[in-house]
């Protein structure tokens, strides 16, 4: 084994924010039991929190909590639980008895070392072993690296940890930041490195720190099992293992590792998701607090583009906290652009008057049943709209688009049909219009209050009320399948739907869909040319 560098494995602490802590007493003793096979140095049991423990969970009170997921405590582990540096109440700890935990791990934020070290001292003082983790190291300057280890050197902890908490370090950034600290920190601490995977960079900047540090001083650096862990996660514990066993002369057993993941995490990665994605590479570009992404995510389904907007919006510093008010605020000024769309309104609803209006959705019954909607055009000759998407087969007299990454597709996708058609575009897309677009105020169509509320047949539907229109005919409004490639005519349309809940989606489009017609001014004869879930 080398001496100089230890694997800390944080599964149960970081995959914690996944699982809201609860991964069940089986796999909390599990994970620690194959985590002690595999030779893993560090163990990370979990937070110690002001509440009680609930059994199941990684949340502990006080340390004798762990005691049950423990079999039996390995002389060569280090068992160490985090607690945030003003989240936990000190008077509730108690002296070290040797009898589970052996460390805690201090986290701070960028701006609150003296503090967050001071609480280190005082556990300390009860017989713990401490571990600092300086949240967001990448946002201190080289004063403020020197400050932190000289503060560190006055109470030596076992280790301080640079952690990249948005996940927003190129290897310059780390080779900045682990020179200083490695220059003034007392040559007994170790550094630690905590990563975040938001721009795929990982374990490529956990390598290239332990080459760094390299024969220099003891150093300890934080996996965890499938890179389990908030937001993008983290590196991989099985990557990492593996690269310390082939490079850093590490003899970790990979078959306890591998076990702990079949065993252990494949159901957790069947039930929930984690790891690299587009919107938390955003984050990681900005240097954000994921929670603002998964705020858009949630209640906005925010496209990639809009949300690099709204992010890119916020300040430096409002960026790395979670103000919702103020991200809602940034949203709705992301979408609701302002334009004068009282001339296009006054146009279409002339151009609308006394005619039928057809409305051609993306659903599969469009291209399924296209001889039958044929018929209808040819019979009744309808103002026909197609709905956030172009399909094959059709002549449309426009286009109603909802979302940039429908407007762009349809661009790439059907050029030729896309130039000679007529486009009503919502605000949220672009303000001002190219030949053939009318722009309408995504405000004037949007009705709030269900998490897809901006759902494109039902904002088309608000549009023709707005218009007057009595008759309108549906095709295509089929409702979701339980795969997403089987709901659309044309199976490569983008995704706009973030959940795979699908029988969830389809009941809310339901309940707008209802509200709608109970609400309606004008639009209160509609007919379904087509099968849909929605014709009850």
């Known amino acids: 084994m080398n001496n100089n560098i230890r694997l800390l494995d944080c599964t149960l602490r970081d995959g914690a924010y996944i699982v809201d802590a609860k991964f069940g007493s089986p796999v909390i003793t599990g994970i620690i039991k194959k985590s002690e096979e595999a030779d893993i140095e560090i163990i990370e049991c979990g937070w110690l929190k002001n509440s009680a423990h609930e059994e199941g969970t990684s949340f502990f009170h006080v340390p004798d909590d762990l005691k049950r997921y423990i079999t039996k405590k390995k002389k060569s582990a280090t068992y160490v639980v985090m607690i945030d540096w003003d ?85 310059e950034d780390l080779e900045r930041i682990v020179n200083v600290l490695d220059k003034y920190l007392a040559p007994e601490i170790d550094l630690g490195f905590h990563s975040h995977n938001n721009q795929q960079l990982s374990f490529a900047l956990t390598m290239h720190f332990t080459e760094i540090l390299k024969g220099k001083r003891g150093i300890i650096v934080d996996a965890s099992l499938c890179g389990m862990g908030r937001g993008a996660g983290n590196a991989t514990t099985e990557l990492v293992a593996s690269y310390l066993n082939r490079k850093h002369s590490c003899n970790y057993d990979m078959n306890a590792i591998m076990d702990a993941i079949d065993i252990y995490m494949e159901s957790f990665k069947e039930n929930y998701s984690w790891g690299y994605s587009t919107p938390y590479f955003i984050a990681g570009m900005y240097c954000c607090h994921v929670n603002n992404i998964a705020y858009l995510l949630k209640n906005h389904r925010t496209s990639s583009k809009d949300m690099r907007n709204i992010i890119e919006s916020l300040s430096p510093e409002d960026r790395r906290k979670y103000d919702y008010d103020l991200l809602e605020s940034k949203y709705l000024e992301n979408q609701c652009r302002k334009v004068n769309d009282e001339d296009t309104v006054i146009e279409l609803a002339k151009e609308f008057d006394g005619r039928k209006i057809l409305l051609i959705a993306p659903g599969r019954s469009s291209v399924d049943d296209r001889d039958k909607i044929m018929e209808f055009i040819d019979r009744e000759k309808p103002v026909v709209i197609g709905v956030n998407a172009f399909l094959p087969g059709y002549e449309y007299d426009y286009v109603f688009l909802t979302n940039s990454a429908r407007y762009e597709y349809a661009q790439s996708a059907y050029p030729e049909q896309f130039e000679s058609t007529k486009k009503l575009l919502l605000s949220n897309i672009k303000t001002e219009p190219s030949e053939k677009e009318l722009v309408i105020s995504f405000e004037r169509i949007v009705k709030r209050g269900w998490e897809h509320f901006d759902n494109a047949v039902i904002s088309c539907l608000r549009f023709m009320d707005k218009l007057h229109i009595g008759n309108v005919f549906l095709a295509g409004f089929d409702g979701f399948r339980h795969k997403y490639n089987e709901s659309y005519g044309d199976a490569l349309l983008p995704a706009i739907n973030t959940s795979d809940d699908w029988d969830a989606l389809n009941d809310e489009i339901y309940d707008m869909f209802s509200n709608f017609k109970n609400t309606s001014l004008y639009c209160k004869n509609i007919e379904f040319l087509t099968d849909s879930i929605f014709n009850k």
């Open 87 to 171: 989240r936990y109440d000190l008077s509730q700890l108690p002296e070290y008895d040797g009898g589970s935990v052996d460390a805690v791990r201090v986290v701070f934020p960028h701006g609150k070392h003296r503090e967050g070290i001071s609480v280190g001292k005082a556990i300390m003082d009860k017989g713990y072993k401490v571990f600092y983790q300086a949240a967001n190291t990448l946002a201190y300057s080289d004063e403020e690296l020197k400050d932190l280890a000289e503060e560190a050197n006055k109470v030596m902890p076992v280790c301080l940890s640079v952690v990249d908490t948005f996940g927003a370090m190129y290897a």
